[in-house]
């Protein structure tokens, strides 16, 4: 048989149970609680938050959601809040992302349009797109439904880990139509190439499976489906593309677009649709798993559950209801991603292309330079994932020969600076996770002989110099993030050498830091200082700062913040430059990255070079300004609005951020396993560890006014430490913070001297 002959059957016989209204009842788990309700996902969908918007599961394969018409930067999760336009509901999306991908593999449901002549050039979405109001829109984790003003078509979505479930009800009068657009996605209009190739198949008259393939930001990225619907295709109009095998294929490099027609009878159309990364067969195979029957509340229910369990890892108590909105809703936005990347067999394409099978499941969207941050160390508390994180991170070096910066799709994107898959898969082995110590070491223990993007001249020069590579600073500080990561291993294995070796290599970050003007600058190759500096300044793409300047950067030195106080002469001339960045003009020049908001002075929250900043004070004995920074942020920069997030959701790093000062701590330093405190906004909060432990939290007299730490306590015995380590919060326990209103000026300064980045 030919090969796509012999594909179809195959498919066929695996979904001969999925096709029949047969089947038992799909029973949804029960659940205890609906943490959902607390879960608004519109919030961050305004703005520049770029949240998704559908209905998903836990770090799932599938995000079924709408794309609005328009695009741009604010459309890179396919919606916007501000947009009132749907082209049809894509398969996949990401969330919070500063760059566009996915949102491919669209299903519009329609009535009559005049439709497009065959191949017409224009955008086919042009002449079939509905508006929508705001009104007829319910949104929840699970669940997605909208009417489309256009055609009065009701539209309802759910979904399991690797399939969409789509529920059509159209007007009894109506057509019933269904547009699958395969040249459509999120970035498909905007400067990367788009569409490569496509192809769409009527399998039988209720089944349909095909491709696409794309050149975007993940430049080799092709996803496959099969879908089924509840009624038989009637009619089928070819929107764009050639058709082969009597017109039941259609293929497209620029993307297949067709209109396939059905019966209204009255009753809801429905479709199935499996995904996967690997081939059709997989997707068939994805589909029998997950979905076997048309129970579409049951399908729903079970997402439902799913999600309740999911955010069941903190049970959050607060006087304030939209602080528990804004907690459970951050806590939603950190298990979008990463997300699930292989098969129900287990099979997944690899980084080098090609198809390999794991004993456990593999994931994909690693926003790295963002999560590494809080993300990873947050799910080391609560995620029971933690180890397929990290080991997944490991089998993509041994696939492309190196460390992944920011992976997508089977994709290296190499997005921004850092190597901070290092001190993520760092940090999960040394918390104790299940991760090959020798796979580790021999994955990160050459990574001073790597050449990329400035690596080759620290080894050569000790620095990168700021004419010859861009983004020159930016790139140094976080390297020597990851250095001091592969030195803590190192040293922790008992390579004493190599520990020393990447030890020195962590002090790099000195090389950029001027004493004269107190700032981290431009240092040229013949070693002078970049001349005309101005720590204000900011030329997005271009300077020695990423989405930043020299106001935001000199703090990034979070494994080492002692080592920078003396890089300042001590505490004193330290705290005054800290006290000025939150004091100085917002005043930005015209061309700097839009990134760069949330300002407080130079301070800028939205973006996260700055996150770890307010968390400083501590260091030098003077923790009630962490407290009274992180409240500010907290009430000016988080609201229960679609407009609610300052900057990028950036794959749950703004929402982590936000779910550890809930809690009264952070990571400042994310691979040794200290949170520093800082004001706790939870009046009680119970965490159920991943270790089957739980940690209790409680602020008594907590409020906006009782902000200030006065005293803490541990399992009852008094603390006196401004922070709490990763191995006491896991052996359970309660943590006890007394909140007053005005700062306790002795509170943490007796042991200010304490060595708080390496303990």
């Not at 969207?365 to 963002?370: T, Y």
């Amino acid at each position: 048989m030919p090969r796509n002959i012999k594909s179809s059957f195959y498919i066929l016989l695996l979904l001969a149970p999925v096709i029949s209204f047969l089947g038992c009842k799909q029973q949804p788990t029960p659940s205890a609680a609906n943490y959902i309700d607390f879960v608004d996902p519109l919030i961050g969908s305004g703005g520049h938050g770029h949240v998704f918007v559908g209905a998903s599961v836990p770090h799932g394969m599938v995000q079924v959601g709408p794309n609005n018409l328009s695009k741009g930067w604010d459309w890179c999760s396919g919606y916007h809040d501000s947009d009132s336009t749907i082209i049809g509901f894509a398969q996949t999306h990401l969330s919070g992302t500063g760059i566009a991908d996915l949102g491919d593999l669209l299903f519009m449901p329609t009535g009559n349009f005049k439709a497009p002549k065959e191949n017409d050039t224009a955008r086919s979405a042009n002449s079939y797109v509905s508006t929508f109001n705001k009104k007829n829109q319910k949104v929840s984790p699970s669940y997605y439904s909208v009417k489309l003003n256009r055609y009065n078509i009701n539209v309802e979505l759910t979904a399991t880990e690797r399939c969409s479930f789509q529920k059509y009800s159209y007007p009894k009068d109506s057509a019933s139509n269904v547009v699958i657009n395969l040249a459509e996605s999120v970035q498909s209009l905007m400067a990367r190439k788009g569409t490569t190739a496509s192809s769409l198949t009527i399998l039988n008259d209720t089944t349909i499976a095909g491709f696409r393939s794309s050149d975007e930001w993940a430049k080799d990225h092709k996803v496959y489906f099969v879908s089924v619907f509840s009624k038989p295709i009637v009619k089928q109009r070819l929107l764009k593309g050639k058709t082969l095998d009597a017109g039941k294929t259609a293929n497209s490099a620029e993307g297949v677009v067709s209109l396939l027609s059905f019966e209204n009878d009255g009753k809801p159309l429905m479709v199935k649709t499996g995904i996967s990364y690997t081939s059709q067969e997989a997707a068939a195979l994805n589909l029998k798993s997950e979905i076997g029957n048309w129970d579409f509340e049951a399908v729903k229910a079970e997402a439902t559950n799913r999600w309740n369990a999911s955010l069941a890892s903190f049970n959050f108590k607060s006087k304030d209801s939209l602080t528990k909105v804004k907690f459970y809703t951050a806590l939603y936005h950190t298990q979008i991603s990463p997300s699930l990347f292989s098969d129900a067999d287990g099979k997944y394409r690899g980084a080098d292309g090609k198809i390999y099978t794991s004993n456990t499941n593999t994931y994909s969207v690693f926003s790295l330079w963002d999560t590494y941050r809080a993300v990873h160390p947050l799910y080391t508390l609560t995620d029971t994932a933690v180890a397929s994180y990290a080991n997944t991170l490991l089998q993509i070096n041994s696939q492309q020969k190196r460390m992944p910066v920011w992976h997508l799709a089977g994709n290296e994107t190499d997005c921004m600076v850092g190597v901070h898959s290092i001190p993520v898969v760092i940090d999960a082995y040394l918390k104790g996770f299940n991760i090959d110590k020798e796979k580790l070491w021999n994955a990160v223990k050459d990574f001073d002989k790597y050449d990329q993007n400035g690596l080759k001249a620290i080894r050569e020069r000790g620095y990168i110099p700021a004419d010859e590579e861009v983004w020159s600073v930016a790139k140094g500080l976080e390297y020597a993030i990851d250095y001091n990561a592969i030195s803590k291993l190192a040293k922790h294995l008992g390579y004493q050498a190599e520990a020393e070796k990447y030890a020195k290599l962590a002090k790099s970050y000195q090389q950029y830091f001027d004493k004269q003007t107190g700032f981290m600058r431009g240092k040229l190759a013949n070693g002078k200082w970049r001349s005309n500096f101005n720590p204000y300044h900011s030329i997005h793409l271009e300077d020695d700062y990423v989405e930043g300047n020299a106001w935001q950067y000199t703090w990034l030195v979070p494994q080492d913040v002692e080592g920078l106080i003396n890089l300042f002469g001590g505490k004193a001339p330290f705290t005054k430059k800290l006290d000025s960045l939150f004091t100085v003009s917002s005043a930005l020049n015209e061309g700097a990255s839009i990134d760069i908001t949330g300002m407080i002075g130079q301070f800028a929250h939205g973006n996260e070079p700055s996150h770890h900043i307010s968390y400083l004070y501590p260091f030098v004995g003077q923790q009630w300004k962490t407290a009274e920074k992180v409240r500010q942020v907290c009430n000016q920069f988080y609201k229960a609005t679609p407009n609610g997030l300052i900057g990028n959701e950036d794959c749950g790093q703004m929402s982590a951020w936000y779910i550890f000062s809930a809690l009264g701590f952070y990571p400042v330093n994310p691979v040794n396993g200290v949170f520093v405190f800082g004001s706790p906004l939870a009046d009680e909060v119970e965490i159920n560890l991943n270790n089957g432990k739980k940690f209790k939290i409680t602020a008594p007299y907590n409020s906006n006014q009782n902000k200030f730490i006065q005293s803490v306590k541990l399992n009852g015995k008094a603390y006196t430490k401004t922070f709490i380590t990763y191995q006491q919060i896991m052996d359970g326990g309660e943590l006890e913070y007394i909140m007053g209103s005005k700062p306790n000026y002795n509170y943490g300064k007796e042991k200010a001297d304490w060595p708080v980045s390496n303990p």
